[in-house]
């Protein structure tokens, strides 16, 4: 890997490849799948959803 200087006056060096067979960024296929990635099974949201319940009504969630 070859590492090249941002600026003439920086102290930062940032990797760079110069060969053509760079590997490419992953891309989403739908907008669906990045969705799907975002979600709790049910399980574990009904158990959140549970502590949620339970913290309120002791008065552990302050309102506003």
């Known amino acids: 890997m070859?590492?090249?200087?941002?600026?003439?006056?920086?102290?930062?060096?940032?990797p760079y490849s110069s060969s053509s067979n760079a590997v490419p960024s992953p891309t989403m296929t739908a907008s669906t799948?990045?969705?799907d990635c975002k979600l709790?099974?049910?399980?574990?949201?009904?158990?959140?959803?549970?502590v949620l319940v339970e913290e309120?009504?002791?008065?552990?969630?302050p309102s506003g």
């Open 2 to 14: 070859e590492y090249a200087e941002t600026t003439s006056s920086s102290s930062f060096i940032l």
């Open 33 to 35: 799948d990045a969705e």
């Open 56 to 61: 309120e009504a002791k008065g552990n969630i």
């Open 40 to 50: 709790w099974p049910p399980p574990i949201e009904k158990h959140f959803i549970d």
